[in-house]
């Protein structure tokens, strides 16, 4: 009966050492390359979005890239990294809006030695444009009357982010392109200062030849709040030139490399039509036309919503348009 027991024991060691270790199992998320997923942000017309976040795993750690703006977006992340067994070493952020810095704060609560990699463009974001949105925030929730009890709760929760600004703030400054290597996953680190946030950094994994672009793609539209938008078109012409497969974007589905080029050309004809004295109709429609493989139709009336507004930013006088766009840089 031993002699059965010791045999079945060295059986199962044998086997088991026959076996040729498995692949960790896949990300939590929808695949995108091999140990790279999504988890996909949401776009609700008439809420706060939640950017892409796009988990890569390493040898014996995980990255984050973009950690979404609720609680909600931030807990997927954190379940996520609960089921792929590592631990989070670097989040990186690929610009400093809410939507995509927020979880920051929860994320470095359950993983204080996670680096945090950022442009320094969330310094001046602090002081600046969320410095003025916190105050407008403060005069909503101020104003005398009956506030929409949800409405008041979101402000006070978006005052609440803000208010995390040092939890936000990156412990690796990426101040020029590079490669790094993350918990033994080798990727590069690029970097646009005059695009979409004035400091919009993208990573390329060439194992998968997978680019995150953050906010330098977003769909259903480009969103130009804190843009230069001619500085944009340009850092578009960059990413075009790397041989990436699939591009994942700030906001929106994988693509790849033939759609990104389709991406392009409905930006670049967007902003010819602003340009031009072309009616607001005709640029909208030509933007869903170029962009049609892009967009999924139920998207078509936020596209068209969003347009409605950014045409307007496009077409304000040069000094508005122009205002996030730098002196030094064409
Ligand atoms: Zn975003």
């Not at 946030?197 to 390329?204: A, C, E, I, P, R």
Request: proline share 6%; with cysteine.
């Amino acid at each position: 009966m031993r002699s059965v027991v010791k045999w079945m024991l060295m059986t199962v060691v044998l086997s088991g050492c026959a076996v040729v270790p498995s692949s960790p199992a896949p990300l939590p998320g929808v695949q995108v390359a091999a140990g790279i997923s999504l988890l996909p942000g949401t776009f609700v017309p008439g809420t706060q979005p939640d950017g892409n976040t796009v988990l890569l795993r390493g040898q014996d750690a995980l990255v984050v890239v973009d950690s979404g703006r609720h609680a909600q977006h931030t807990d997927r992340i954190l379940a996520a990294a609960d089921a792929s067994g590592v631990p989070v070493v670097a989040i990186i952020n690929t610009h400093w809006h809410l939507d995509h810095v927020a979880g920051n704060a929860a994320l470095r609560t359950r993983y204080p030695r996670a680096e945090v990699y950022a442009s320094d463009a969330m310094e001046d974001a602090l002081h600046g444009f969320l410095a003025d949105y916190r105050a407008q925030l403060q005069a909503l929730i101020a104003r005398p009357g009956t506030a929409d009890p949800q409405a008041l709760a979101g402000w006070r929760e978006e005052v609440a982010r803000i208010d995390s600004g040092d939890r936000l703030r990156p412990t690796r400054v990426v101040t020029a392109p590079q490669d790094v290597s993350l918990g033994g996953r080798h990727v590069h680190l690029g970097l646009e200062r005059n695009a979409v946030s004035g400091g919009d950094v993208w990573l390329f994994d060439p194992a998968t030849r997978t680019l995150v672009a953050g906010d330098l793609v977003t769909l259903p539209v480009p969103l130009f709040d804190t843009a230069c938008s001619n500085g944009w078109r340009q850092a578009l012409a960059r990413l075009d030139a790397i041989e990436f497969a699939r591009l994942v974007p700030g906001h929106g589905a994988v693509m790849d490399h033939a759609q990104f080029a389709a991406y392009r050309l409905a930006f670049d004809h967007l902003l010819e039509c602003a340009a031009s004295d072309t009616g607001a109709v005709a640029c909208k429609a030509g933007w869903l036309r170029d962009a049609r493989t892009l967009i999924p139709a139920q998207d078509d009336a936020l596209a068209d919503s969003l347009l409605d507004y950014y045409l307007q930013v496009l077409r304000a006088p040069p000094e508005r348009r122009n205002r996030y766009c730098r002196k030094d840089m064409k």
